[in-house]
């Protein structure tokens, strides 16, 4: 198993990352504890879960996991911090009260004394950075809170909060977790040569793409009814699945095919093994998801593959949009 540093911090993280979105619904809790175990033995030692996924359910299902198998030390726990959580008007984002507030609670569900790696789940357009900054700083000057990272940032707001750390002697971000895929390529244009830059580690969210990468999704566009889109009930979700995103689908698990691997490890490979990513988050729905995804750790491609890929779509660009659940991305993706 090759090992990876998370970001410049000199942690060593398996080179995927078991996510835990599907704990608590659709997966159970029973089938979530097992692939938990199973992930653990099969060479992950981090584990990525927000607070909102099914309503704190996600925290509580890997927090039982991890103190009745006795396993917490042995794994990095990373969880984030913004989304509604409540209905009141404080409930949610990236203010000093919620995100106190927010670690409390997490670390109540987690049952741990501390969080490895908090995270922003999303930038704040009216929070000011040292406001939200100054909140992680005290978590960690308090030992609740090892490290601090940021989800789905822009590239310029990553820079800002770095310069307002270094500014006010502040504890800095150590990753970023946008989304990334081979059907939407953009972030390599300035948000990767900026973590590469000031050492800041790359954990991509849907590496494969829900599913389209791992040949879920039938081309007549129609969501299988255990598929992510079917199960979402926000527009966002099911605008990614497009008829351009399936055909282009098509062509990599066609490249997978040939060589004799399954879509899902060929996408995944291609996504581990890009400049400056740390640790793709794989959500498995089931066991058997995540039995397709543990050969990954000892898999490579070529340099011919990887030619292919480019091919397909081109480095920078998109056929798909998994930018669309942030208000800050303004450009949408041609169909």
Known sequence: MEYRSLGRTGVMVSPLCLGAMNFGGPTPEDESIRIIERALDGGFNFIDT?????????ERIVGKALKESGKREQVVLATKVHGTMGPGPN????????????????L?????????????????AIIPQDETLRAFDDLVRAG???????????????????ATSEKFGLVRYISEQPPYNLLDRRIENELAPLCQK???AILPWSPLAMGVLAGRYPLDGSYPADSRAARANWP???????????????????????RGVTPAQFSLTWCKDQPGITAPIVGP??????????????MSLSDEDRAACDAIVHPGNAVADFFNSNDWMKARVNE
């Open 198 to 200: 000031y050492g800041l």
């Open 50 to 58: 927000a607070n909102v996924y099914n309503a704190g359910e996600s």
């Open 285 to 298: 729905r089931t066991l058997q998801h995540l039995e397709d995804y543990l050969p990954v750790f000892e």
């Open 108 to 124: 109540r569900r987690l049952q741990t004394e501390t969080i490895d790696l908090f995270q922003l789940h999303r930038p704040s």
């Open 91 to 106: 409930d949610q984002g990236a203010s000093r009260l919620h995100i106190l507030k927010s670690c409390e609670d997490s």
């Open 236 to 258: 966002a979700i099911k605008d990614r699945v497009t008829l351009r995103a399936l055909e282009t689908g098509v062509k990599v698990i066609e490249l997978a095919k040939q």
């Open 144 to 162: 609740k809170v090892r490290y601090i990272g940021c989800s789905t940032h822009p590239a310029w707001k990553v820079m800002e909060a770095l």
